[in-house]
């Protein structure tokens, strides 16, 4: 059974960084594409980043040059490195796959920026 495990979200300053982290379980992790979402309150659930097994990245516009991703085909990992961050960046990140044609979710990690 495919299970993602996200961490690392918590209070940041505006200008400030964070590094979320997911870990993933249950399948052949290299071989697939990795997924950031957030969702704000009352909002959609947006993407952020996606990364393929090979590193290949793509970058919703209102977080490029802010927001990195990254991945470790070792341990499983995937990573979302956040820079600058904002206020309106406040949400709970979720990191996601799709496997076999079914969309797997982590219980997702709550970042709050705010001074």
């Known amino acids: 059974q495919v299970r993602l495990a996200e961490s690392g979200g918590g209070l940041a300053q505006p200008g400030g960084s964070l590094r979320l982290s997911c870990v993933a379980s249950g399948l052949n992790f290299k071989l697939h594409t990795m997924n950031w979402y957030r969702q704000a309150p009352g909002k959609e659930r947006e993407l952020n980043a996606s990364i393929t097994g090979d590193g290949a990245t793509n970058y919703a516009a209102s977080m490029k040059g802010r927001f990195t991703i990254s991945r470790d085909n070792i341990w499983n990992r995937v990573y979302l490195k956040m820079d600058s961050l904002k206020p309106e960046d406040t949400a709970v990140y979720f990191c996601?796959?799709?496997?076999?044609?079914?969309?797997?979710w982590g219980k997702g990690t709550q970042v709050t920026v705010s001074s």
């Open positions: 996601s796959v799709n496997y076999r044609g079914n969309v797997y």
